[in-house]
């Protein structure tokens, strides 16, 4: 099984400023990564996959990069809406998730 | 427009049975593998179970491994879950996905006496 590990759990940040979202794979999942925004009594939103690739929709504050087993979900330009749990997500080999970042306001 | 919507969820017993239903619609469902993802209440995602197009490949995740059967009607464009042996810990919203885009709103499953 392949774990995913996400840090921090918990990240502060205020209004308008940079949020850096990190996510390990115990192996190389290659570029088969997905990101996910997920607001309470929603199901999860698709921003990225191809580690890199923004969903459709999603708007160009959000990208990812990385590749085999070290990626990052950066958030360039905070804004309200923005605030949630983030995930990110291997589909190399199955689905394996990681713990969640959730983003909250500074 | 890719609809997924999830029913059969509720209130059971401890090593009670429950039944998902999850209806697939603006897509050839046959086409497509499909999965179910689980959240407990304040927890994060879990991966549940996969299926293939056709049913020929299936797997589960350990947690759920000889208790939940996934299973497909290509024909009433259906997916299925089967759970049996129910666990307080398997008390969550139950998802069903078509790939990373396409998820269902979840129908919720409490395990509890």
């Known amino acids: 099984e392949i774990v995913m590990t996400q840090s921090p759990a918990t990240l502060s940040v205020s209004p308008g400023e940079r949020a850096t979202l990190s996510c390990r794979a115990s192996q190389s999942v290659s570029s088969n990564l997905a990101w996910y925004q997920q607001k309470p009594g929603q199901a999860p939103r698709l921003l990225i996959y191809?580690?890199?690739t923004r969903a459709t929709g999603i708007p160009a504050r959000f990208s990812g990069s990385g590749s085999g087993t070290e990626f990052t979900l950066t958030i360039s330009s905070l804004q309200s809406e923005d605030f949630a749990v983030y995930y990110c997500q291997q589909y190399n080999n199955w689905w394996t998730f990681g713990q969640g970042t959730k983003v909250e306001i500074k | 427009e890719v609809q997924l919507v999830e029913s059969g969820g509720g209130l059971v017993k401890p090593g009670g049975s429950l039944r998902l239903s999850c209806a697939a619609s603006?897509?050839?469902?046959?086409?497509?593998?499909m999965n179910w993802v689980r959240q407990a209440p304040g927890k994060g995602l879990e991966w549940v179970s996969s299926i293939s197009s056709s049913s020929s490949y299936i797997y589960y995740a350990d947690s759920v491994k000889g208790r939940f059967t996934i299973s497909r009607d290509n024909a009433k464009n259906s997916l299925y879950l089967q759970m049996n042996s129910l666990r307080a810990e398997d008390t969550a919203v139950y998802y069903c996905a078509r790939d990373e885009e396409n998820w269902g709103q979840g129908t919720l499953v409490t395990v509890s006496s």
């Open positions: 191809g580690a890199s």
């Open positions: 603006g897509f050839t469902f046959s086409s497509y593998s």
